[in-house]
Structures are given as C-alpha cells and as structure tokens.
C-alpha cells in the first residue's frame, strides 16, 4: 500500500458534516437474505401516533429505498482512504470464474501508477484487479442464461420488494391502478424473476467485479424506475476531494447510479477515489479520457487508445460505459440542417473521427472486441446516443432515429456475448413526440432497459431545465424507461454546484416517483398515503421526514412558523389558527362517522334532526385537548 | 379624492427596483388595431447577428406574450396612490349601457368608505363604480352572442397572435404537428374568432366594467395556454404595499392573472389598491371574506351576506369569482373516507354550512340570483372545486367526480344568463389520472374552460410542489386545460416568499408553454427555435434574453465563467475552452456544406478524397476571428 497522501486526506476526510448527517426521523435497517453475508439495506421512517382528535391509532412505520449507502449509517466508519467494504468480494472470488492480476493490464494504468509526481493524489488502498479466467463470462447476464442466480440477484429482489411483504399485511397496500404500457409489473419481486428479466436482456445489474463496494441495483422496465447524477470536473473548475463529496451528496438525495465525466487533470486518481467510495454503480464515457490522451484531437483517436482506456478504466471498476458505438458515418451528415448539431459531447468526438479518416466509426467495427473486455470485468454497455436531439426542432429527426436503429443491432450483438445492454435516449422533446421514442426504442432494442437525460420539454428556459426536463422524464418513465438521467438547473449555463445537484435529484426522484405511480408499482402510493395521513393530522414533523427532502421542508415550514410549538400546531402555515380547512374537514368526518357514511339518503334523511344538535354544541367539532 | 395617506404611501412608492426594472434585451412594442385607442404591448426581444464563423446572418426579433403591463414601459410614470390608467373607460362608457353609480352599493363598502380609522390604508383615488342600467347584460359574452365583436375581443386577437404574421413572412413558422386532442387550434387568431369562442363559452375575457386598468386577455383552450399566480396576505403574516408590490412581481414574470387570496385586516383595502394598479384580470373567492364578516363561523353565514359581498367586490372590480357552489350536501359525506378529506377552503366552509343547516349550500341555491349580479358588472364564474382531491389516494372519486356533473349543470345555467364561466379542476392526481380529469370536464361542462391547481403527481415532495404540479400542470394543460393555477415551493409549508412566487410562476410558464408546443399552436416553437440557434452559435446574451428569466440565466452563467468576455465567448462553461461539441458540430456543418448533405451515397463516395484533405488543413475547423 502507498503512503497515505495526506495533503489530499485531508480535504477528503472532510466530508462536511451536510453530507454525511443522519437523514431526520429515518434509521438504517438491514434486510437479511439467505446467506450471513447478504443484508440489504433500507431506510426505515418512524411514525408518530395519530393525535387522539384524529382517531389515535397508531402509524407502522415506512421503509424507502436507500441509495446512501454506509455514509448515512451511524455504526459504520467512514475512511475515505480506505474505501468502503468490499461486501461483494466474496461472492465475486467464490464464483471461481476470475482471478486477481499480477498487476494493472492497461499501458496507461501502469504508467500512472509508477508516476511519482501523482503520489500526492493516488488513491493509497488499491488492491489489484481482476479479471475473468481464460474464456469465461462473468456478466450477471451470462449466469442468468445458465439459470444461476446470483446473490446480486437476490439481493436486488429484497431491495425492489423494500418490505412490501409487511405493508400487505398491515393492509395498506391499496391504491390506483395503474397504466404500466405493456410492463410486466409484479406484485412481488422474486430473485428468479430478475435473473429472468436480466437473462432476457430486460434489466441489467451493473457491477463491475473490480467495484466489489456497490450494492446491486437493478434497471429495467419492470423495477422501480432508477435516476442517474452526473458529477465531473472540467477544465474550468472542481477537484479530487470535490468529486467524492459530490458523490456522497448525490447519492444522499437517491441517485441511483453516478456517472463520473470528468473531463480535466487527474481523471484516472480522481475515479479511482470515486469508485472505491462508492457504494452505487458507477459510469464514464471513456471516449472522454481516450481524447485526453491524444490532446484533444479527435482524429488522432485509434482503436488501440480507446481500448487501453477501457481497460483501464475496467480494472478501476466502473460498472457501465457510455459507447458511442451508433454515431455511423452515414448519419454524421444528417445533423447538418438541425438547428443544433450534434450536442453529444462523445457524439461529435466520434463525427468528427468519421468525417477526418472517412471510415466508420472505430467502435462500431471494433463492437464485439468491446464486447470481450466487457464480459471479462462484467461491464455494462450503455449505448450512447451520440445523436440525440440538442433542441425542440430537432426531437424525432432522422439522424437519432437511424442511430436508434443501430444501437437495437448492437444490442443484439452485445447480448450474443452475453453483455449487459441499456441505450441511451432523448435530450430535447416536445410532449406529443416522447411516446413515440420510447415506442420505438422498445420495439428496435428488444425491450433492453432505456436510459433518458430528460427529455426537456421546451428550450426557453434556461436556469430551469431540472424542470423542463423533469416533466418529460417523468412522462418517459411513465411510457417504460428504465433509468432517468438528472439535469440541474445550470444545464447549458455552467457547472452545478451543491444545490443545484440538489434541485436536479430531487426533480427526477420526483419524476421517478410519479412515473412509478403512473405503472402501478405495487406499494408505490404507500409513501405517498402515509404522508398524505400525516399532512392531514398536522403531524409535521411526519410530513417532513416522510418527504424527499426532510431538510428542505423543515426549513420552509420554519420560515414561517418558526417556533417549534408549532411542529405540533394543529393548523397549516398557509391559513393560520383561526381559518383551516383541514380542521373543518375534521368536523365532517366526526359527523359522518357518528351519522353514517355512504348511505347518503339515509343520512340526508337523519341529518335535519341532527343538524340542531350540532349547532347547539357550538359547530365546532374541533376542540383543542 | 381622499387626502393621499402618506404613510402607506410612503411603502407603496418603494415598488423595489428589482419588480420593475427592464427586462434586459427587451422593449415594450405596441401593436395597433383598429381604433387609435387599441394599442396592444407586446415585449420585442432584439437578436445580434449570428457570429461570420456560423454563418453572419441577421437574426429576426422575437416578440412575447407580455403581460407585465405598464411596470416595465420606461415611458409610463407609475403612481400606485393614483392606480393605472383606465385604458378600456371609453369602451365601456361608449357602449351604453352601463353607468356610474351615486355611491357603493354593498352595505360594507359604504361602511368601510365612511370609517376614519382607515384612512391611513385606504386608496386615495376611488372613481365611482359602474353597473349595467337596468335590465342589461355587460358581459362579453351576452355581446359576443349578439354578434358584436368589442374592442377586447380585437386586443385578444391582437394579442394572441403576437405578430404572427411577421414570422409566417420571414418563413420561420415551421414545427413539429403537434396532438391537440380535438382542440380548434386556429392558424391565425381573428376578432371573429374569439367573438365565437366567447359566444360558444368555450373561452372567457374577464374584464369587469370596474377594473378598466386591465388589459384584454382570454381564456380558452384554442388559445395560448394561461398562468394563475395567488397573492394574499393572511392571519400569519403580510401587509398591503407587500401585497402590491406582489403582484408587479408576479405579472413581470408572466402571470396572466393574480388571484388575490387575502384573508387579513385589511383585505377590503388591500384589494382596492391591488385592483387600481393591475394590468391583468384580478379573482377572487368571495367566501373568504364573507367568513371574516362572521368572525369565521361558517355557520352563521347568510345569503345576505355573501351577496353584499359579491357586491362590494364587482364594483372594486375584481374579475371573477371564485363560486364553490357545487359542493353540494349529498356529497359532503362522501369526503369522510378520505385520506385528506376537504382540502379546499372554500369547499370546507360550505361543507360545514351545509351540515350545520342540514340545507343545501346556498350558493347552488341562489345560482341565479349570483348571476344577475355577475352579468351587471362583466364578473366571470370560477366555479370552485371544493372537492378537489388533496392527496394521490383522493382522485378522481366520487366526491370529485360528483361536484363536476354539477358544475357542468350550473355551467349551463350560467350560460342562460349569458354569464362567462370556467371551471376548476385538479389538485393531486397520479399521471394516469389525469386525461380522465380533461376528458370528464369537457364532455360534462360543455368545453367550457378548465382551470387547474397543477395536478400535483405525487405527495412526497414537500418543498418541492412547484415541480411535482409543473409535471401534471404540463400535461393537463396539453390535454385542454386553459389556465393553470400556479403552485410554489411552500405549497403545503408555509406562505411563499418573492423567490418562491417566481420560482412557482417559472414552474407554471414552462409547463403553460411546454402545453402549447405540444397542442401545436401556430408559432409557439418560433421562442425555442431562436433561442436554440443563439445557442449553438454562442450568442450568451441572446441566449439569456429569449430565456423566460433573463436574470436568473445570466446569473447561473456567471457563476462559473464571470468575466464579461465570456459572454462572447464561443465555447460553453460545461466543457471549457478545449473540447467543445458545439465547436465540433461546426466542423461537421461547414464539412457538409462543403460536400454535399443529405445524399450520403455521393457524400459517402466522395468523402474518402476528401478525409485527407481536411486532415491537412488541421482537422479543427474552428478558427478563431
């Protein structure tokens, strides 16, 4: 191991306490599966008992989907120079199918690690990679088909369930049905049913064998739909250190998966720091560092860079890559009557590779030498839409529709290998154009999970595109995309900083949230009810840790009621003491209970006497105490 | 004319530079129509010239749908103690058939009038009020149904079109078709046209003969897709100048209509002032007052009562009218089950009333006497919702359901009286629900038009209901909903603040506009289309100006790239100087251009000769200068 760097510790072991405070009102529970070792975490929201005005029952409690990992655990130490536990290490090294290398495989790997100017920025634990033995597969995708289910799996189906079992029971699972499309939406997950879903190349459970630190998470159509944060440097701004607080942070607020795209100095440290902290999936569009390494120029790009990049990008770990594999030389030049181009920054790497040499796009013909190093570290393609419309005006044209039509091939390519396939979608569309995306891409990519940044629905809103896009996203969910990729508010004006990773998460949990709602998830509306419950009986304090974002809505609430008395006044902010429907509603509901429900003759009938009698105890049912 | 009271005054006249200010890149343009008197504003944002590397071309202006007023007209010296000028007087007064009265004729006007303890809050500039003579109808609809066309049906038309025309000429009307779901989208807007529309009921122009300040604006699901911001002081917090100062703010970022909501001391007063100096239609919900009038026990309130209320306010001029005479009592009980019961506050005082007396709610029972005094003043129906739903388990039940059949009813009776009338809808309801919501509305009340409280898509987002509510407010609205009724970041925590009311109004416009691309108005892509263009060509400022906060996008720009050169800058802050998809995408533009678009065979075949000769010329098309 190296020496500690600890010029770089010491900004890293700061981790602002923003970050790593324990959610308000949640605890961390763990979901034990069919081995000692497998235990699946969940956050567990507390309830108080209903105020006895209300009825005074009491309230279970709610389990949520937690993406935080060990940051949000209070009996876990956090040492960012140590990385996280390795949990699935085990279950990678029994499998047999993998042995650790004697050393880094990529020429640029080794040639970092032996730089002595970066021993200040290394990442000090690495331990070395591994690496499929001679001839095997060890893709998620490749046990699925041979009917294995893997402890990923398992623990996969415990997460998506999140004690569903226990709301059943309590009977609180009643809701709307939904409109799911053609899903195959269940009413339980069983381990068996996502090795199906994986093996039919519906899903796919990311996780790099050299990421042993992920929990699994699954993206597909039929589990709940997933969002992705991007975080990254550039040449214009943002560290080390930085990056891996972005990630605790992104992943605080529920990102799913963080796709790193760091564009800038020390991008092989910085993932390095980045994937050994992080307990969600991991992606990278290495065409980025590929470019770095032939100073930008895109035509000095060659096959051999790419691959050493994926190489070493494998062995760090990164659980799937953006390929943009789709952007063929034929379709380059029908971008150039769109109002903008081609906005994909790996998209017109890759145009301008095709337009320089005059040849076809190197990781289209070189696709299934891809497909090698990816079923020998079990990384995921993510096809990328390298083409994706910029604008309103160019949603739906030729050219990302003849690239969507590729990527269905090379899916099918890919899954010949057994390699794990999601495609990436949208950018900008109006609403009457989205359903037709994802349409067609169900039907050219065989139902391989979808993966949308958005899309924005309009483009006159700059400063606010977490919400013109958060409207389309939650549509395209809605319609059956698997994975929802989050823009913030500085999209197209700047670099985001920490609140706007914020706003953007919690626009697309929101879009997320909605568009499982929408397919009828089973005990998808039980948050929803349970706050709903909690707003109505003025247990505030409830209400805020029900939310996605207790903070915030603390926060507000405080603003104008700041006293904590009134955390449990039984009348809203928004009409003070005197003026409260929610309180008037009590009146009604008392009424009835006492007068009969439902039967609305017979009430209508009884009431005339019993409308005196109500008067006459002062018509106002609500009594404090 | 009363003594101006200083005191208030003082606050007033501090209108903050920040409400009326300029909007930067734009200046107010005034369309003619047919009388000298007619002049409609519109905002004309002027465009640089695309940059000799992209083209040098000129870029046309764009005009926006402006409804800021004379607030930001550099021309126009506000005076709020003197209110806004009364552009509409001369047409009301020239049609006679209407005339001022000797006095007030609401019993609590004329008491408020004479009571010196108010002289301090009171406006000092009160003209008389006006009512229809004896056995008229002022309503825009009883003119439209007589064929006559009146001059705010011609600044509707004016307005609607926003110049159309001149984009039809410069040939920069092409979009995508957008789905308008049976609507009667027109390709140019005519005073005949929307004298039909009024006649037909399907659209509205609130202008009561009291507030002739307002400039003509309509409502209806063939037209742009409309906004609501609330305004309000209450029991908690808030003052007068604030509630004033409110509303500039809230038409400058586009609220098509403020509903003035207060429940306070001074809510009589408050409301003068807020009328006297608004350029858009002002509601109200006249039951909120009506309730202070009794100390807030609904159950003493009386017919009398609530109609010396609608009284005193038609002849401040308040618009339209909130009216929950729907909430009838066979549907009361069927709110008990609920999980949040009666949400609305109107809809739980007429609740209680109704329970309280064991009689029908007297609003449905003195529907026509109401009319009769909406059609002496041009007062609008909005017939209140107050059954809406107020949590995701609560939509589209029968209480819900049931309150809209009798909506559709009074509608109609409404529409006997000639009396213009929308409907209100909406409040939470998952995105499956949502078409139903539409489809019932229109089907039941006759296309009469809808106007929404978002739908909020799901619950668990407190702090965050702009967003949840844009999503379902985007697609209602692309569904037929005519206005939408904002909701702002402290739905459900506490009253919204300035930043809040823009963000909610930000939230509102991006989904009223994201509506309109998708229904497929004529033109409603022309905004997208420029913004996009300046964009991709690195106009920044352009980019900003088209932006619907111009403010806030510069802003965020700033943050990462803050020197002024930036803004010429033609590179974006996400990727920095070096490695730029836009800068790409130009290469692949003027590579085209040179060889041929579109016939990739040719292209294809002739690209080979030519790969090395881009290569030699560097193979970066981007040259500065």
Not at 86 to 94: F, G, M, S, T, V
């Amino acid at each position: 191991m190296n020496a500690v760097p600890t010029e770089l510790l010491r900004d890293a072991e700061r981790l602002s306490e923003a970050v790593v405070r324990p959610i308000p009102g949640s605890r961390k529970v763990f979901v034990p599966g069919s081995r000692d070792d497998l235990r699946v975490p969940m956050r567990e929201i507390a309830l108080q008992r209903t105020p006895t005005l209300f009825g005074g029952e009491d309230n279970p409690p709610v389990t949520v989907y937690d993406t935080s990992g060990p940051y949000t655990d209070p009996d876990t130490h956090i040492d960012l120079a140590a990385g996280l536990s390795p949990l699935r290490a085990q279950w990678i090294a029994e499998r047999n199918d993998s042995e650790p290398l004697p050393g880094l495989t990529s020429e640029f790997g080794r040639a970092r690690e032996h730089d002595p100017r970066l021993s200040s920025v290394r990442f000090p634990g690495r331990i070395l990679p591994r690496r499929a033995i001679a001839g095997a597969n060890v893709s998620q995708m490749h046990y699925a088909r041979r009917g294995i289910v893997t402890p990923e799996m398992e623990y996969v189906a415990i997460r998506e369930n999140q004690r569903l079992d226990q709301v059943r029971d309590a009977g609180l699972l009643a809701q709307h049905r939904g409109q799911s499309f053609g899903a195959a939406i269940q009413a339980r997950i069983t381990p068996e049913f996502v090795r199906d879903e994986i093996a039919r190349g519906r899903a796919i459970l990311p996780n790099n064998i050299n990421h042993p630190e992920s929990e699994p998470m699954i993206i597909g159509r039929n589990f709940l739909t997933k969002i992705n944060a991007n975080i990254g440097n550039s040449a214009v701004s943002s560290g080390i250190a930085e990056e891996v607080e972005k990630l605790v942070w992104a992943i605080r607020w529920g990102a799913d998966t963080v796709m790193d795209l760091s564009t800038g100095k020390h991008i092989h440290e910085t993932r390095e720091w980045i994937v050994r902290n992080s307990p969600v999936p991991i992606g990278t569009v290495p065409i980025y560092q590929a470019l770095e390494k032939v100073d930008g120029r895109a035509e000095e790009l060659t096959w051999e860079i790419f691959r050493d990049t994926l190489v070493e990008q494998a062995e760090q770990g990164v659980d799937y890559f953006t390929i943009h594999a789709g952007v063929l030389l034929r379709y380059v030049p029908l971008t150039a009557k769109r109002v903008t181009g081609i906005v994909s920054r790996g998209g017109s790497i890759l145009a301008k590779w095709c337009l320089a040499h005059h040849k076809e796009n190197f990781l289209y013909t070189h696709f299934e030498d891809i497909c090698d190093i990816m079923k020998a570290y079990d990384v995921a393609f993510s096809l990328g839409d390298g083409l994706r419309p910029g604008c309103i005006a160019d949603a739906n044209d030729a050219a990302q529709f003849g690239e969507l039509e590729t990527l269905g091939e090379l899916t099918k390519i890919a899954w010949k290998h057994d390699v794990q396939t999601m495609i990436e979608g949208p950018g900008h569309v109006p609403m009457q154009l989205i359903k037709e995306n994802m349409d067609k891409q169900l039907a050219e990519c065989g139902e391989a999970p979808f993966y949308t940044l958005g899309p924005l629905t309009t483009d006159i809103a700059p400063g606010y595109d977490h919400i013109t896009s958060a409207i389309g996203a939650a549509m395209i969910g809605w319609f059956g995309t698997a994975m929802l990729c989050y823009v913030t508010p500085k999209e197209h004006l700047g670099l985001p900083d920490r609140d706007d990773v914020r706003d953007g998460i919690m626009a697309y949990k929101i879009a997320a949230h909605a568009a499982d709602l929408a397919k009828g998830h089973p005990g998808a509306q039980v948050r929803d009810n349970a706050l709903s419950k909690a707003r109505f009986e003025f247990r505030w304090e409830d209400q805020f840790h029900l939310g996605l974002d207790p903070e915030k809505a603390k926060e507000f609430h405080d603003e104008t009621l700041p006293k904590d008395a009134h955390k449990l006044a039984h009348f809203c902010s928004m009409c003070g003491p005197h003026f409260c429907s929610m309180k008037i509603t009590q009146d009604v509901r008392d009424y009835a209970a006492e007068h009969g429900v439902g039967e609305t003759d017979a009430l209508a009938a009884g009431m005339a006497e019993k409308s005196e009698e109500f008067r006459a105890a002062g018509a106002e049912v609500y009594r404090p105490g």
